[in-house]
């Protein structure tokens, strides 16, 4: 029974990723079905202040980008980071022993084109990076793990770049099996890194890691079963956010974490009654200016679970839902904000007038969430905004198979 269960899971959450298309999106991580009631109730509620900019200016565009393993089918791009015009990563997976049993894989954006930077050769089945940062040219983090699909066993994985080469740092696997999905860094020695971890072969916590340079601090969660984090969004060493969801069926809910410099507590979150919020990526300008985004799921009438697109905004003293305007099945899977004005978020799901999905770049303007149309050739999974002018967005493609990066620049 439990390799049943357990063999379920992987299969929604972990080895499907890699198959993707405009229809069937398969993201990073799938939270476990949620029982709960299938109707759903959304309450509209005020949106932040901030000065109302005029319509985004510029364009979106596919650059191309670097295929590893013997074959396109399985590469995939997870999440990306910039630093400027001319230095910008993403990471993912390659295939490896196949399409679906994968290798690391790390991207660099030189200011003309795409390469890919080897990464240490893990010895196990699959491997995968889901989550970079950057703090500077020399000193760059990615987290995800490793695994083999034939049991509950993977390993955390953490990688630095030094400027010149990508090395693995050993990092603690507290559970039976631990899986990284976010990273952040505020210095060497001020490091991040989320997921969750099997605790048996049932129970599932948070993962939370510390780096301070020499090495790694875990953290207790076995308050909040059933979990998962995403993402971290470290702004300062004092204001660190990390954000997921936890909870057994029929109580589970948002979660949204907060690290002061000393302690690490949950904070309140917006409810919505008939369903569950799952949060999948956070960012932030300031300590009262901080973006949560994910999604809303519940069983529709006709039985299947539906997907509801939902952005959070952070004011220093309270959360507070922000209508998004996504329609059908929708979701936002990852936020980048440069300005109270100037927020990206990418994601699936209906624009009005648009009769069907789309692959979304959503931007914050300071009032509304809006569209800016791109070229719709592949699946987004990250963001990275990098100035007013310029942001990049990562994929796997659906109109050619391996890596999709699109370019957001102003003529």
Wanted: hydrophobic share 40%; with cysteine; net charge negative.
């Amino acid at each position: 029974m439990r390799h049943e269960v357990w063999q379920w899971i992987r299969l929604t959450n972990l080895t499907l990723i890699k198959n993707s298309s405009l229809k069937q999106t398969i993201r990073r991580m799938m939270p476990l079905p949620l029982l709960l009631a299938c109707v759903a109730t959304v309450t509209v509620v005020a949106q932040p202040a901030g000065a109302q900019t005029a319509p985004v200016i510029g364009t979106w565009k596919v650059v191309a980008s670097p295929n590893g393993g013997t074959q396109s089918a399985g590469n995939i791009l997870l999440a990306t980071a910039a630093l400027s015009s001319t230095d910008a990563w993403a990471v993912g997976a390659e295939p490896h022993q196949s399409q679906f049993l994968t290798a690391t894989l790390a991207e660099h954006w030189d200011g003309t084109q795409w390469s890919i930077i080897p990464t240490p050769l893990i010895s196990t089945p699959t491997a995968q990076l889901n989550s970079i940062a950057v703090i500077n040219s020399s000193d760059i983090w990615a987290a995800g793990y490793s695994d083999d699909p034939n049991c509950l066993c993977g390993k955390t994985v953490v990688e630095h770049w030094s400027g010149s080469s990508w090395t693995r740092l050993t990092t603690p696997n507290p559970g039976v099996a631990d899986y990284l999905t976010g990273i952040a860094a505020i210095s060497s020695t001020d490091v991040w890194a989320v997921g969750y971890e099997w605790i048996s072969n049932f129970t599932e916590l948070p993962l939370l890691l510390h780096y301070n340079g020499t090495a790694w601090k875990t953290f207790n969660t076995s308050q909040l079963q059933f979990g998962q984090v995403s993402a971290v969004f470290a702004r300062a060493t004092n204001d660190v956010w990390a954000v997921g969801w936890t909870g057994q069926l029929p109580n589970v809910s948002a979660l949204a974490l907060h690290w002061n410099g000393t302690t690490l507590t949950r904070v309140a979150f917006p409810t919505e009654a008939g369903g569950s919020i799952v949060l999948k990526s956070a960012s932030g300008v300031a300590t009262n200016d901080v973006w949560a985004v994910g999604n809303y799921e519940f069983f529709g009438l006709n039985g299947n679970l539906e997907l509801s697109a939902r952005s959070y905004h952070w004011n220093g003293s309270h959360w507070t839902a922000v209508p998004v305007g996504l329609g059908g099945y929708s979701f936002l899977d990852s936020v980048s904000a440069l300005a109270t004005d100037d927020v990206w978020a990418v994601g699936e799901g209906m624009v009005f007038p648009q009769p069907s999905e789309l692959q979304v770049t959503f931007h914050w303007d300071g009032t509304k969430w809006s569209n800016v149309p791109n070229p719709e050739q592949g699946v987004l999974n990250g963001i990275s905004a990098l100035s007013t002018n310029e942001a990049w967005a990562v994929g796997d493609g659906f109109t050619t198979p391996g890596t999709y990066t699109l370019h957001f620049t102003v003529p």
